[in-house]
């Protein structure tokens, strides 16, 4: 009997141990497919934070009459330079994932990209116009949305936002010229004095005299450049230490300048048609910020 014992006891250890090494074995298991699914759901998150969509927009080429030869090569360079813009906002959308509110994508970068393109394609209907028909209607062709792959946040952007809400405003008037040279900054002053604020030249004392039949579009105009004015000041004001050392060049100043552009362009068309068409005006466009 006293030689049995150890056997005996010697047995249910290792009944015990093997046991224990299931145990540890499944234990071993189940944190590798723990650490797998850890794996995996964040690689999802790192693919989606990856993907904040692109942007999407008519092409212009198709719709184009036939283009003079004169003209060939100011709408290529053009219809390229559209290219470039829907790069550039492509990259802008990656560049500033998570930044801004709920409509961050359409005030920061779509809108200011239709602006953009409102000017680029003027560019391309008034080259076509110079030896043959001008082109009409291409405008509508400007706005772009945002194409999310992945149905993130960011939802797709209504095209007309940026024209409607200028439309809107264009009707209620936003004070006199001189307004527009001083930027309607006293209106903002209290808000974004710590900021700064935008400096416009002026555009109506540059004007020739304008036909009565195009007065009403020309101060509707004029009146929308003191709008774009009041909006950049606020935006300056809403976007305080956001961005680098240039956000506010790039991010403010050069839509603006964009906008100007597109709209100081519609005052010398409607001049245009009636009289002789101010040239030059474009120089009025820039801006600067007073702080």
């Given at each position: ?41 964040g690689g999802e998150a790192a693919r989606t934070l990856a993907s904040p969509g692109t ?131 006293a209106d903002d002053a209290s808000g974004s004095t710590a900021a700064g604020t935008v ?93």
């Amino acid at each position: 009997m006293s030689r049995a014992l150890p056997k005996y006891r010697k047995r249910r250890t290792v009944i015990i141990g093997g046991a224990a090494a299931v145990v540890l074995s499944g234990a071993v298991i189940a944190g590798s497919a723990l650490a797998g699914e850890t794996d995996r759901s964040g690689g999802e998150a790192a693919r989606t934070l990856a993907s904040p969509g692109t942007v999407k927009c008519p092409a212009v080429a198709p719709s184009l009459p036939a283009i003079p030869a004169s003209a060939r090569a100011e709408v290529d360079r053009n219809l390229a330079l559209l290219d470039t813009q829907i790069g550039e906002a492509d990259k802008r959308i990656a560049d500033t994932v998570g930044q801004g509110g709920p409509n961050f994508v359409q005030n920061a970068i779509l809108g200011p990209l239709e602006d953009k393109r409102i000017a680029t394609i003027n560019r391309i209907a008034t080259a076509i116009g110079r030896t043959a028909a001008k082109p009409q209607g291409l405008d509508a062709l400007a706005p772009c949305v945002l194409s999310t792959a992945g149905g993130g946040a960011a939802a797709t952007a209504a095209p007309s936002a940026t024209a409607t809400g200028e439309a809107g405003q264009d009707a209620g008037g936003n004070g006199s010229d001189a307004g527009e040279q001083t930027g309607g900054n006293a209106d903002d002053a209290s808000g974004s004095t710590a900021a700064g604020t935008v400096n416009c030249p002026a555009v109506a004392p540059s004007l020739p005299a304008i036909p009565a039949s195009a007065r009403a579009e020309v101060d509707r105009n004029l009146a929308l450049l003191d709008t774009q004015i009041g909006e950049a000041d606020k935006r300056i004001a809403d976007t305080v230490g956001q961005g680098g050392p240039n956000f506010v060049q790039n991010a403010i100043l050069g839509p603006l300048e964009d906008k100007r552009i597109a709209t100081i362009n519609r005052i010398a068309t409607a001049i245009g048609r009636t009289a002789a068409k101010p040239q030059g005006l474009d120089a009025l466009a820039p801006c600067t910020l007073n702080k």
